[in-house]
């Protein structure tokens, strides 16, 4: 059984830092394409970044500079460095884990960026 389980997110000022985590189990987790995406409310979800099982990156052009996504295969986890947060950045931002046909959600964590 696949679970992804994120942490990390809370409240911070703009121009603060958070780092997401996201542990998975149930997957042979290096050769899967790992991604953070994030939902604002009465918006759509979106790809914030990805990382491949070879490392290739992705990222959102609103976030490009800002956020670093990473993995530690050897510790089933990947993360999310978010620095220079804007309120623009609030949202859910949700764990994906992707290999073909198989892709798995966690439940996500709540990012707010507000003075």
């Known amino acids: 059984q696949v679970q992804l389980v994120e942490s990390g997110g809370g409240l911070v000022q703009p121009g603060g830092s958070l780092r997401l985590s996201c542990t998975a189990s149930?997957?042979?987790?290096?050769?899967?394409?790992m991604g953070w995406y994030r939902q604002a409310p009465g918006k759509q979800r979106e790809l914030v970044a990805s990382l491949s099982n070879s490392g290739s990156t992705t990222y959102l052009e609103s976030v490009k500079g800002r956020f670093t996504i990473s993995r530690d295969n050897a510790k089933n986890t990947v993360y999310l460095q978010m620095n220079s947060l804007k309120p623009e950045d609030t949202a859910v931002y949700y764990c994906?884990?992707?290999?073909?046909?198989?892709?798995?959600w966690g439940q996500g964590t709540q990012v707010t960026v507000s003075s």
């Open positions: 149930g997957i042979i987790f290096s050769i899967y394409a």
């Open positions: 994906h884990a992707g290999l073909m046909q198989h892709s798995s």
